[in-house]
Nanobody, 124 residues
Framework: QVQLVESGGGLVQAGGSLRLSCAAS????????MGWFRQAPGKEREFVAA????????YYADSVKGRFTISRDNAKNTVYLQMNSLEPEDTAVYYC?????????????????WGQGTQVTVSS
């Protein structure tokens, strides 16, 4: 069982930056691939980024590639999402998720545990 708690969301102007954190409970955090997803108002939840167990492999949605960076610190049981050059279209609730399988995926059904989300609002 893994519990995930996101933090770091807020209101930022277009072009600004935010860093989201996702703290995980449990001693097996390093056994999970981790992902970030987001859901904008009136839209379905979508994949943002994923990272492998050890952090050596990452995978991004085209919409955020080059602007967002996913990373993890297994000693702190935490995964991060650094978001730069934010755009109003990035406004959404951001969720982190944990996947027991080693291969990275953009499919929500692959993820076993989810956090409650943190709101990110980008003003124009």
């Amino acid at each position: 069982q893994v519990q995930l708690v996101e933090s770091g969301g807020g209101l930022v102007q277009a072009g600004g930056s935010l860093r989201l954190s996702c703290a995980a409970s449990g001693r097996t955090f390093s056994s999970y691939s981790m992902g970030w997803f987001r859901q904008a108002p009136g839209k379905e939840r979508e994949f943002v980024a994923a990272i492998s167990w050890g952090g050596s492999t990452t995978y991004y949605a085209d919409s955020v590639k080059g602007r967002f960076t996913i990373s993890r610190d297994n000693a702190k049981n935490t995964v991060y999402l650094q978001m730069n050059s934010l755009e109003p279209e990035d406004t959404a609730v951001y969720y982190c998720a944990a996947d027991r399988r080693p291969s990275l995926s953009r499919l929500q059904a692959r993820y076993d545990y989810w956090g409650q989300g943190t709101q990110v609002t980008v003003s124009s």
